[in-house]
């Protein structure tokens, strides 16, 4: 009877972690974009190399959320990593939202933004117009 | 005899669920002037027209693949082959076409995307500005 029992609440632990590898999806959404800023088409622009940054954030039963603040931050953060630039161009710009349930637990919820593109430089000049 | 018919009415109604009956539950279009970021500093000169038309990589039976940079990242790529030397497209119409198949553990959205425009060579200078 006892062994019974063990056999059943093993089976119950093995079923719980199947349904708990099972429980876990993706969705990303997002774009490949020319440029993220205005280019005045009196200028010089001046790629500066590649350039990653993101962003996450976990919440339990629910679904995060950024906010404005923390995607100027981000954008901000890719800048910063190629001195003088003020501006991505040919970027890719990702939302992933993962769901990870946990059975008797529940749902986990991530929001992951990526920004991944070249860094560049606009020099604003005045051209020469008839 | 009478069994041999049975089974190969069934043999032929499960190859119509798993594959045919696929149906389109969307089109989508996007019109677009350039693929990749246009320096004002540039030169840019038509290499002549591309057409592309390619499956999406990921097969999804929960709902439909939303878009993402890879996905336009792919499908440009594969357009610019096309053509010697080119490095962006111009002018293109973009249409993006979501298929839904039954299958016999419920159903699979594959998304198909279409693109057609000018494949052109951008050579980076620079420009006298005051």
Not at chain 2, 35 to 49: A, T
Not at chain 2, 96 to 117: A, R
Request: glycine fraction near 8%; aromatic fraction near 10%; include cysteine.
């Amino acid at each position: 009877m006892t062994r019974a029992y063990l056999f059943i609440l093993l089976g119950c632990c093995g079923l719980s972690l199947w349904l708990c590898g099972g429980c876990s999806y993706t969705v990303t959404y997002g774009h490949f974009v020319p440029n993220s800023q205005f280019a005045y088409p009196n200028s010089n622009i001046k790629p500066l190399g590649p350039v990653r940054a993101e962003i996450k954030k976990k919440v339990f039963e629910g679904s995060p959320s950024l906010s404005i603040e923390e995607i100027k931050k981000c954008y901000n953060d890719a800048l910063s990593q190629a001195s003088g630039a003020n501006l991505l161009i040919n970027y890719r710009e990702d939302t992933t939202l993962t769901h990870t349930t946990v059975p008797y637990v529940g749902t986990f919820t991530e929001v992951k933004y990526v920004l991944e593109g070249e860094a560049a430089q606009q020099t604003i000049g005045q051209k020469h117009l008839k | 005899m009478r069994k041999s018919l049975v089974q190969l009415l069934m043999v032929l109604l499960i190859a119509c669920i798993v594959s045919g009956c696929a149906q389109t539950i969307g089109t989508f279009y996007r019109l677009g002037p350039q693929s990749h970021f246009v320096y004002p500093n540039s030169n840019i000169k038509d290499l002549g027209p591309v057409k592309v038309k390619m499956r999406g990589a990921d097969k999804s039976d929960r709902f439909p693949s939303f878009m993402t940079s890879e996905m336009d990242v792919s499908l440009y790529n594969e357009a610019l082959k096309q053509v010697d030397g080119a490095n962006i497209i111009l002018d293109y119409v973009r249409k993006t076409t979501i298929k839904m198949e039954p299958s016999l553990f419920g159903q699979k959205f594959q998304t198909e995307e279409e693109l057609e425009g000018t494949a052109a060579r951008m050579e980076l200078g620079k420009q006298e500005l005051k």
